[in-house]
């Protein structure tokens, strides 16, 4: 029942996972024909900001993504796992105009006139397959935003 490698096996499925999604990405002082750094040690895959869970069921969503600059309990991601994109459901974000109200009366003559009008972006609901919780949104440049995930230590 015990096995004491049972960290160093996981440590390398992980890797293998990461590596799948960037096969031509090399980290820093590993060369292209190496497998393994300075240290003799196999070599990681790219680095993640976090592994994300569904807050539900605890499910693995994703293995290799980036936290949104401003807003630190968010992620984004090309590649997940445990996911589903609802296509069905469509849902529209339309961009803050007024970023000053000093400057309202100017934006809103504008927006009258057509000049300043941004275009709304579209998002696509993403649900965990196991328990169908809502977890991200599916964007048209095809990036994941994570927003309802427990984040852990990459």
Known sequence: MYDPAIDEDNQQWIDKQRKMYHP??????????????NSGNPSKGPL??????????MTTLCIDCQRHEKYHHQFRAMFVINCNIIHAEILRY???ITKNRH?????SKDVAGGSCTEP??????????TCKTE????????VYHFFNVL???A
């Open 24 to 37: 031509n990405q090399h980290l820093p002082g590993v060369g292209p024909s190496s497998s393994s750094d």
């Open 48 to 57: 993640s900001d976090a592994v994300l869970n569904c807050p539900a069921c």
């Open 94 to 96: 339309k961009p803050n």
């Open 103 to 107: 400057k309202k009366k100017k934006k």
């Open 120 to 129: 709304e972006e579209v998002f696509h609901p993403v649900h965990c397959s």
């Open 135 to 142: 977890v991200a949104m599916y964007d048209k440049d095809e």
């Open 151 to 153: 984040s852990s230590v």
